[in-house]
């Protein structure tokens, strides 16, 4: 079950529900529920729709492996592209006949390795932004470089309809900052913040936390987790 991120998880829906070619970024450091929270809202969604996770690879890697995604979405067999232009061309095209949904989640690994991927971006969604219906999300950890694309000089400058960046939870943050004033804290409340803000945040803020067993309970919980 998912709880949290009401705001961030409406304003993706109405992003679906709307008409037409529409972009959104989503950005926020590591571990903080970025990817789970695009995985929940493609539950709810009606679209048909393609997760992507981009590969630290070579752009024909990540064109062949995106291609194999298309052929089960489609059910036929896998199709060739030349290059990433070429596939998402295709997907553009196919969202005028069936609304569609598009996720390249952890971006900068194919900005590092598709060429002038931006601005091959930009040029399909300019040509097709007045036919196609398809709501494309970009997603990275590597804030510095998402945020670049909402800059000026950017190819993807004005194209992006929808800037979600991600923080952490401030009411289990507040929750954790309580920790350090008891002594039995609860395990659920430590099990949940977990699982909503990753390890590396729960241990930030207990490890203060002067009660071995509490610390003790914490590592326990993540690893049946």
């Known amino acids: 079950m998912f709880y949290g991120r009401e705001s961030e998880r409406k304003k993706l829906s109405r992003m679906f529900h709307s008409d037409g070619q529409m972009v959104s970024l989503i950005y926020g450091r590591r571990r903080i529920g970025k990817s789970e929270l695009i995985k929940q809202v493609l539950k709810e969604a009606e679209q048909k729709s393609i997760y992507y996770e981009c590969k630290q690879t070579t752009e024909r890697n990540n064109v062949n492996s995106l291609a194999e995604l298309i052929g089960e979405a489609f059910d036929f067999p896998t199709p060739a592209f030349g290059d990433m232009e070429r596939l998402l061309q295709f997907l553009f095209k196919k969202s005028q006949q069936?609304?569609?949904?598009?996720?390249?989640?952890?971006y900068?690994?194919?900005?590092?390795?598709?060429?002038?991927i931006d601005s091959i971006l930009q040029s399909v969604i300019d040509s097709y932004k007045d036919t196609s219906?398809?709501?494309?999300?970009?997603?990275?950890?590597?804030v510095d470089t998402m945020k670049a694309l909402l800059e000026k000089q950017n190819?993807?400058?004005?194209?992006?309809?929808?800037?979600?960046?991600?923080?952490?939870?401030?009411?289990?943050?507040?929750?954790?900052r309580g920790l350090?004033?008891?002594?039995?804290?609860?395990?659920?409340?430590?099990?949940?913040?977990?699982?909503?803000l990753g390890a590396k945040e729960v241990l930030f803020f207990l490890c203060s936390v002067e009660h071995y067993s509490i610390i003790k309970l914490v590592f326990c919980i993540s690893l049946k987790v």
Do not use: H, W
Request: aromatic content about 6%; hydrophobic content about 40%; charged content about 20%.
């Open 98 to 106: 069936i609304p569609l949904i598009l996720v390249l989640d952890e």
């Open 108 to 116: 900068p690994y194919l900005r590092e390795n598709a060429k002038g």
């Open 133 to 142: 219906n398809i709501k494309l999300i970009i997603c990275g950890s590597y």
């Open 155 to 176: 190819p993807l400058y004005g194209r992006i309809d929808l800037t979600i960046c991600l923080e952490p939870l401030e009411t289990v943050m507040s929750t954790l």
């Open 180 to 196: 350090r004033k008891q002594k039995n804290s609860s395990s659920i409340c430590i099990g949940c913040s977990f699982l909503l």
